[in-house]
Each structure stands twice: as structure tokens, then as C-alpha cells.
């Protein structure tokens, strides 16, 4: 169920913005929230990466 929910937060911070995210996940503090953008910076990393003229 954790990983559904997971999932979830991570989905929504792809769309939202973090602070609307934080409200619709029910996290009293903004840092709870912020946990889930790791892999969402892996993601960018990878993108950036891939992307990049000088890689």
C-alpha cells in the first residue's frame, strides 16, 4: 500500500507544485513532501544527461 501511495505523491509533484502537493498528500510539513522529489531528480538528471550537448 506504501508503494501506492508513493507513487502517488510522485505523480503529483510531477504536476503540481509542491506545496499543493503537500495538501493533497495531507503532510503536515513541507519536509515530508520534499522527501518525495529525490527521485524525481534522478529523473531530471537522467534527462539532463541524456539531453545534454556535452555529454
Known sequence: ???IRNSVI???L?????RKTQYM???KYISS???YRQD???SLQET???FHPFS
Do not use: I, P, Y
Open 10 to 12: 510522485v505523480n503529483w
Open 48 to 50: 539532463v544527461n541524456m
Open 14 to 18: 510531477s504536476s503540481n507544485n509542491l
Open 33 to 35: 513532501t520534499e522527501k
Open 25 to 27: 498528500a495531507g503532510h
Open 40 to 42: 524525481d531528480l534522478e
Open 1 to 3: 500500500m506504501q508503494q
